[in-house]
Each structure stands twice: as structure tokens, then as C-alpha cells.
């Protein structure tokens, strides 16, 4: 560094180049004598060697002074000590800064564009996060994508990288697409010869999937075929922002629907080949992007037949945190096809469902609970019980830290099972008794409807069954507040299952005591002259108040 400066102070002292004034109020028009002075500035900073360096008025005064002279080599020594600065300076930079750097990556010198794109390229990686907004400001985005299109495989890397970092301010990411900075990312990517460079790329093509104006325009370019294509690439980083850019894609209903139409490349078969990459990040990025596709029936089908489901069971058995939860969030969205049940229902796949349902993340056990869900039926539900699904949910049940979103899918899943009558008789004598009494709790205690639902439901299956008045007294507290609730939600469903369970527990006399001096008499009666409530379930609170006021 210190060498180059020296060479630049002697070309100052033989005078071999016409000085010239550069733009801006900031600075009067220098002499030959202000740019002999502003190299000595700069060396004597640079000599100084700080650890954390700081841009005085002075010092950027001296940068200024070569950044805007006719001399390349001015121009080189100002760019190379921008890079060597921007490696270490942590303090926020100034729109006063980063001009001269815009004016330098407009040079037509490469190694000009080589250290000043290296320079806003530390600047926006490495430095605070304002620096990003403050290159923006300074207008460098525009020769950034310039330089997309150099020749030198360094400007280009340099270039790229600087994309990326600006690619996650929400205003730049749409901003470098409207000025069609895809194109030219997206022919790095593909055609690059240095990974360096097609990493970058991808990198910043990854940053503009995250905005979803941004992904038409970027399938338009071809953008789904380039991350493909790459899937293939024997760099892992590459696989993996490919496999993350394809996940973003597949958000979009049309892009899902070409991403499984493409036969001859084969998008699902190819991320579930990376389902088995030694790298983990790759394998949690592929179960997304596969999870993402599978929200379509016609790519639950096709994913099933093409041989991911032992892949996905290998993975929640030994993947990291992230990649189990990826991979149950998959099979849940592949469950939902029912064309895929003889696969997902044989006694392998189903034997990893109890260890999901036990897992210490809240999101695996729901997405289990979920799949769960998708699956049984009243037919298979025994199957679900000899697998001990049926005790892993009720264990759900009965753990008051549960979520109200685990405590939705776990307690509609157990009302389905319940419409069996081996499955209530399971139920009945599981978890020494508690699941009754923990229904009627969680039905009180959860504000959320579709839990209350759920509970009701279970409840009234279990009190088709019978259970005993003993059970029954100190829970009618309990039972009296969720049916009131119900009651007063208006919902039609949740009124026809309340004057149900009302039916049903017409024949205890521990509640048949209580009924009368609480506030569901009354509403039933109401009920009863409600014109927007069905003729069936009018009829059914007329039954209520018949049955009660007999008994």
C-alpha cells in the first residue's frame, strides 16, 4: 500500500500529469501542490496503522483530492486506500464518504473498479447496518450494476457481493430488479467460471426472492432454471441459496404449479436428492422448499412417488433441530393428499409419529398432531392406537405448557379418533383418568374457539360412552363455563354441539342440580325463537328444555 502511495508522490513531483478540479461544494479547486499534499496524508494515516480507523474532514479531504484527479494512478491509490480503510473502519459512513467511492466505481480502470467495489463491499457487509441505506443514498447502486457486466472476474465478485448486501433493504431489493440487475446476476450464475462469483450471485438473487413482486419479474428472466440447474453444483453454498430461492419461489401458486410441470428437470426429484447431502443447512433448505411445493395436491403426489418419504423419515430421526422441524412441517403438507395415506400409513412411518408428538419443539409436535390430523379416519383409528399416537396426543392433552396452536391440532385429531368406540374406551382409561377432567379444563381455560370445539366434541363422544357420576361432579363448573361460552360464540356448529353435550348430560344428577341456577336455561329457551338458527337445531334446544324441565 505504503509503496503504491510513494510511486503516485513521485509521479506528483515530476509533474507528469495536468491537475483538475473536481465537482462538489465541499472543496475549493486544488493545485499539483494540494495533491502532492493529500498523498503525505494519506501515507502518514496509513503509517499510523489504526485498529479501528477514523475518516477526519482532512483525511476524506485527501481521498477526495485523487478520487476526482484525471491520474489512474491517483485514482488506484484512492480506491486501494478506501479498501484498506473500509476493512477496518466500524464507524457509520457518510453520504460525504461513499461519493468519491460512486466516483470511483465509475472509473474505467479496472483496478479502480477492483478495490473501490471491494471497499463498498466492507462498507455494507461488514460495517452498521445504516451503511447499507447510506449507499443507497450515494447513488452507488446504479455502477454496482454496471459492473455486473465487467470482464474481471474480481469486479465482478466484488460487485455481486455488494448486491447481496444491499438486496436486504426492502427498498432495493424491488429497486435492482426495476433496473433489471437480474438479468446480469442471473448469467453469473449460470455461466461464471469462478464459484466465488456465481456464490454472489446467487446470493443476491436469493435476497431479491424474499420480495413477492419480485418473483414473477425474476421467473420471466429464467430464474427458476438457473437455481435448478444449480441444484446440481458440487458447492454446497450454491445449493443451499438455490434451494432457499426455489423454497421463496414456491410460495406463489404459479410457480409451484411450473416448478412440478418441469419434467425434464425434475425440480422435486432434484431436492430430494439433497435431502441426502453431507451439508445440514442444505437438507433443512430442500425439506422447505420440497414443504412449499407440496402445498399443491398434484406435487404431494408426485413428491410421495419419487422417493422422499424414507428420506424424510431418516431426517426425523437424525437431523438437527431446524431440519426436523422442515422435515415434519413437509410430511404434514404431503398427508394432506389422500393418495398418499398408503404410503404414509404403514407401520414404519407411523412408528415416528409418537416420537414427534414427545419432541421438545412445539412446532414438530404440531406439525405431527397435524399430520395426525390428515390421516385417521374412524377406520384406521386403531391402527393410530396400536402405534401409541393416541397416548403421545393425550400426553399433549394433559401438559398444561402446551400452545394453544399445539392444543388445536392435538385436540382435533383426538376427536376424530373418538368417533371410534375403542379409541373413547382407550380414552377412558389412559393417563389414570385425567383426560376428562383436562378436556373440561382446557375447554374453560382456552379462549381459542376451535379448541373449545375440539374439546366439546371429544367430551360429548366420551359421554356417549358413560362415565361416571363421580367424574362428572367436580367438573361441572367447568363444563357449565365452556358450554356457556359456546353458546354465546353464535356460531352455528358450536350451538348444535353445545345443546348435544346438554342432551347428554341430562342423565346426572349432579348436574341436573346446577343446570337450573345458571345461565344456559335461559339461552336455550332463546334459542328456541332464534329465526337465523336452523330448523334442526331449534328443534334440539326445544329437546334441551324439554328434557330438563321434566327431570
Known amino acids: ?221 429464467g430464474a427458476i432454471k438457473v437455481f435448478n440447474d444449480l441444484l446440481l453444483d458440487d458447492d454446497t453454498e450454491i445449493q443451499y441459496y438455490c434451494a432457499a430461492a426455489l423454497s421463496n419461489m414456491a410460495v406463489d401458486t404459479e410457480h409451484r404449479r411450473v416448478m412440478g410441470s418441469l419434467w425434464e428437470r425434475n425440480i422435486p426429484g432434484r431436492l430430494i436428492a439433497l435431502l441426502s447431502s453431507m451439508a445440514d443447512k442444505v437438507k433443512c433448505q430442500a425439506c422447505l422448499a420440497l414443504r412449499n411445493l407440496a402445498s399443491d395436491e398434484t406435487n404431494q403426489r408426485l413428491i410421495v412417488r419419487q422417493g422422499a418419504l424414507p428420506k424424510l423419515y431418516h431426517l426425523l430421526k437424525t437431523g438437527s433441530k431446524d431440519t426436523q422441524v422442515a422435515a415434519a412441517a413437509c410430511v404434514r403438507n404431503l398427508s394432506i393428499c389422500k393418495a398418499n395415506q398408503p404410503e404414509l400409513l404403514q407401520d414404519w412411518f407411523l412408528a415416528i409419529l409418537p416420537r414427534m408428538l414427545s419432541d421438545k419443539s412445539t412446532v414438530v409436535r404440531c406439525h405431527a398432531a397435524g399430520t395426525v390430523r390428515n390421516l385417521v379416519d374412524t377406520e384406521n383409528a386403531e391402527a393410530f392406537v396400536q402405534a401409541g399416537i393416541l397416548d403421545a396426543l393425550t400426553g399433549n392433552l394433559v401438559d398444561s405448557s402446551s400452545s394453544v396452536e399445539l392444543q388445536s391440532e392435538v385436540t382435533a385429531a383426538v376427536a376424530i379418533m373418538a368417533n371410534k368406540e375403542s379409541v373413547r374406551d382407550h380414552l377412558h382409561e389412559t393417563k389414570e383418568g385425567r383426560v376428562f377432567p383436562n378436556l373440561v379444563s382446557v375447554a374453560t381455560n382456552c379462549e381459542n374457539l376451535n379448541v373449545q370445539y375440539n374439546c366439546a366434541s371429544i367430551i360429548g363422544q366420551l359421554l356417549v360412552t358413560g362415565i361416571e357420576a363421580e367424574t362428572i361432579g367436580p367438573n361441572v363448573p367447568g363444563l357449565l363455563c365452556y358450554l356457556e361460552r359456546l353458546l354465546n360464540s353464535g356460531d352455528a356448529n358450536s350451538i348444535q354441539i353445545t345443546l348435544w353435550t346438554l342432551l347428554l348430560l341430562a342423565k346426572y344428577d349432579n348436574f341436573q342440580r346446577v343446570y337450573p341456577s345458571s345461565a344456559l336455561p335461559q339461552k336455550v329457551e332463546g334459542l328456541t325463537m332464534w329465526a337465523n338458527l336452523p330448523a334442526n337445531i331449534q328443534d334440539m334446544a326445544q329437546s334441551v328444555v324439554n328434557k330438563y324441565s321434566t327431570s
Open 1 to 221: 500500500m505504503e509503496a503504491f502511495m510513494e510511486y503516485c508522490a513521485c509521479c506528483l513531483c515530476c509533474g507528469c500529469y495536468p491537475a483538475r478540479q473536481y465537482r462538489g461544494d465541499l472543496y475549493e479547486p486544488l493545485l499539483l501542490d494540494n495533491e502532492r499534499e493529500a498523498v503525505n496524508r494519506l501515507l502518514r494515516f496509513l503509517e499510523q496503522k489504526e485498529e479501528k480507523p477514523l475518516l477526519t474532514d482532512e483525511r476524506l479531504h485527501a481521498l477526495c483530492t485523487l478520487s476526482y484527479s484525471d491520474n489512474v494512478e491517483l485514482q488506484r491509490s484512492a480506491a486501494l486506500c478506501f479498501s484498506e480503510i473500509s476493512s477496518r473502519m466500524l464507524a457509520p459512513v457518510s453520504v460525504n464518504v461513499m461519493e468519491p467511492l460512486v466516483a470511483l466505481l465509475e472509473s474505467e480502470d479496472t483496478q479502480v473498479q477492483r478495490h473501490a467495489t471491494l471497499a463498498v463491499n466492507n462498507f455494507t457487509l461488514h460495517g452498521p447496518e445504516s451503511n447499507i441505506r447510506t449507499t443507497l443514498q450515494s447513488g452507488a447502486l446504479y455502477p454496482l450494476l454496471t459492473l455486473l457486466n465487467s470482464p474481471d472476474t474480481e469486479v465482478q465478485c466484488n460487485a455481486c457481493g455488494c448486491i447481496t448486501s444491499l438486496a436486504t433493504n426492502a427498498r432495493a431489493k424491488r429497486e435492482i430488479v426495476v433496473k433489471r440487475g437480474a438479468r446480469p446476476l442471473l448469467r453469473l450464475a449460470a455461466d461464471a467460471v469462478d464459484p466465488r462469483v456465481q456464490r454472489n450471485a446467487v446470493g443476491a438473487l436469493l435476497n431479491l426472492t424474499h420480495l413477492e413482486t419480485n418473483r414473477s419479474d425474476l421467473a420471466r428472466e
